[in-house]
């Protein structure tokens, strides 16, 4: 059975709340120490709330809370 498309699921005059999630693939480091460079991408977690903020704004939408983590463990 095929998948609903997107565009079918969410009513654009209702509000909605959705959770979201995203990560890198192949263990990538977007953030944190790389263990196997022994570069730190600390720096890219004030960019990207930035550009979070920046798309929320763009989009119409508003966040009600997220954290964004490292994959480290």
Same mark, same amino acid.
């Not at 979201?20 to 944190?32: E, K, M, S």
């Not at 960019?47 to 463990?73: H, K, P, T, Y």
């Given at each position: 059975?095929? &998948?609903?498309? /997107?565009?079918?699921?969410? #009513? +654009?005059?209702?509000?909605?709340? !959705?959770?979201?999630?995203?990560?890198?693939? &192949?263990?990538? /480091?977007?953030?944190?120490? #790389? +263990?196997?460079?022994?570069?730190? !991408?600390?720096?890219?977690?004030?960019?990207?709330?930035?550009?979070?903020?920046?798309?929320?704004?763009?989009?119409?939408?508003?966040?009600?809370?997220?954290?964004?983590?490292?994959?480290?463990?």
């Amino acid at each position: 059975m095929a &998948r609903i498309p /997107r565009k079918r699921l969410f #009513d +654009p005059a209702e509000v909605g709340v !959705y959770h979201c999630i995203n990560r890198c693939v &192949r263990r990538a /480091r977007l953030i944190g120490d #790389d +263990p196997y460079s022994g570069q730190s !991408y600390d720096h890219r977690k004030e960019w990207l709330v930035g550009r979070m903020e920046e798309l929320a704004g763009i989009m119409a939408c508003e966040f009600l809370a997220f954290s964004v983590m490292d994959n480290c463990g």
